[in-house]
């Protein structure tokens, strides 16, 4: 055995160096595995005993899929698949897509809406977006002056990662603080359901205190206004909503918003339609198809010609194909940006507001209901459906609207027929026509248009471009 005990020893001992370079390289590893949770994606799929795994990105980070898929693979030894092009959108589990490889699980990558899905298993590995709790808790305790509001709190999934260092913060100053769960599996355990509770929109989850109802609580939301806030602040009948952008804390008001007055012309705008199309924009969200079922039934007692309409992600060149469509009810996540769009040349509509178009039975509210699930049977805002047969004034258009059987129907497509609103082509082989009709503005023209090389555009200002000659002056 050899002991070094002398200083000349220890100088003629090799000096070992760090190469910075080697440093930074696994200064980067680690971030991107901590980034993508690898080690928590392997071990999901360990501990659930899954065989074909699929992995799910938003655009913004498909250029790292192949990275993700090389490193959970070198850790399970066996074959991941990335699903490529989402059917519908991005913050939704693509389930169709991973039953084209018969997957066993999802993996889904950055925001997520969280609607339930119909079978597979899933996990989320949400977004970590960042934030200084500590000043954020100082100002949450100055704002809030009385310590003894109840207050729902509420999270953008990217500040999930937080929400466990500060509720421990503000519960000892505020005794009737509920943080809300997320109804999903992801990489932040704190956040996720483990008890049964109130399921509200965005599979949000809270736990009331006893002989309280959510009428009772004001709700707070840590994120900017955004698409989640829209929804949760149109439809959880809180007193009051808060958001947090800016480093600043401040009021929603989720009701009068010019967003909801154009909510309200569209539902005229559906009450005047004839010929209505149901789009069906997911595959994959649970009660999609008892959702279709309803409007189906409901468009036909007051006497609208509907058609199903399966495009996958709905855009306006792919619905402007159907010029005979008065307008669309479209059947999605409720954080599809379609309904805030206004490039679309028919109005786009939700499943609520067809109830709230055809429905006596459903009074008027203040409140939204954006997810379709609410408004199913079984659903604390489900209305069973009563179908009103008066006339009424169309208020866009100004005349008269009858919702009653109308007797002259004619089954050929080019025949015209009399109603007292005015003439109207009916036809029992619409279905025919549309599927033998042809289709323009999504040809793709492989090979058929001749490659040119890129131009240089104009430069300078729109009143004299650099490449435009200068104007002759006429002499008087």
């Known amino acids: 055995m050899m002991t070094v005990s002398n200083q000349n020893e220890e100088l003629d001992a090799p000096t070992v160096t760090t190469n910075p370079k080697d440093t930074h390289i696994k200064s980067e590893f680690d971030t991107f595995e901590k980034t993508f949770e ?67 699980g999802i993996i889904h990558f950055g925001h997520a809406c969280l609607s339930p899905m119909t079978s597979l298993p899933a996990f989320h590995v949400l977004p970590q977006s960042d934030i200084d709790t500590k000043a954020f808790c100082e100002k949450f305790t100055e704002y809030f002056i009385d310590k003894t509001k109840k207050i729902l709190f509420f999270y953008d999934v990217a ?16 005794k009737n603080l509920s943080v809300t769960t997320l109804n999903c599996t992801s990489n932040v355990d704190f956040v996720n359901t483990k008890t049964s509770a109130n399921t509200l929109p965005l599979g949000r989850n809270c736990i009331l205190e006893n002989g309280y109802k959510i009428e009772d609580y004001d709700a707070f939301f840590l994120g900017p206004n955004c698409r989640t806030l829209n929804v949760l602040g149109t439809s959880v009948p809180v007193k009051t909503w808060y958001y947090w952008e800016n480093d600043t804390i401040n009021e929603l008001i989720a009701v009068n918003t010019p967003w909801l007055k154009r909510r309200r012309y569209l539902v005229e705008k559906l009450k005047d339609a004839g010929i ?20 189906k039934s409901i468009l036909k007692q007051m006497k609208k010609k509907s058609y199903i309409i399966s495009v996958g992600k709905p855009n306006p060149a792919k619905l402007a194909n159907f010029s005979e469509v008065d307008a669309f009810v479209v059947i999605t996540c ?43 049977p ?5 209305v069973s459906f009563e179908a ?24 050929e497509m080019n025949a015209l027929t009399t109603r007292l609103a005015g003439i109207v082509a009916i036809s029992n082989d619409g279905a025919n026509y549309l599927l033998n009709r042809s289709w323009q503005g999504l040809e793709q023209r492989l090979g058929q248009d ?4 890129a131009e240089k555009g104009r430069s ?10 200068m104007p002759r002056r006429t002499e008087d």
């Open 450 to 453: 001749k490659a040119k090389p």
């Open 276 to 295: 209505v199309g149901i789009v069906i924009a997911t595959l994959g969200i649970k009660g999609y198809l008892d959702v279709i079922t309803i409007i």
């Open 460 to 469: 300078g200002l729109p009143a004299s471009y650099e490449n435009e000659p």
């Open 334 to 376: 409720p954080e599809n940006d379609i309904f805030t769009s206004r490039d679309f040349h028919k109005p786009i509509l939700m499943p609520y507001e067809v109830d709230l178009a055809f429905n006596a039975a459903r009074t008027f509210s203040q409140r939204y209901y954006m997810d379709f699930r609410e408004i199913l």
């Open 159 to 174: 500040y999930g990662h937080a929400i466990e260092l500060i509720y421990k913060n503000l519960k000892s100053t505020f």
């Open 38 to 104: 690898i080690e928590k994606c392997a071990k999901w799929i360990l501990d659930c005993q899954l065989g074909k795994v699929c992995l799910q990105f938003p655009d913004s980070l498909m250029p790292d899929s192949p990275d993700v898929a090389s490193r959970l693979e070198n850790r399970l030894s066996k074959k991941v698949f990335i699903l490529g092009d989402n059917s519908c959108t991005n913050c939704c589990i693509d389930e169709v897509t991973a039953r084209h490889v018969n997957g066993d």
């Open 388 to 411: 009103s047969s008066n006339s009424d004034v169309s208020l866009i258009s100004g005349g008269i609207r009858d919702f009653k059987e109308n007797p002259t129907e004619t089954p």
């Open 378 to 382: 079984g659903e604390a805002n489900y």
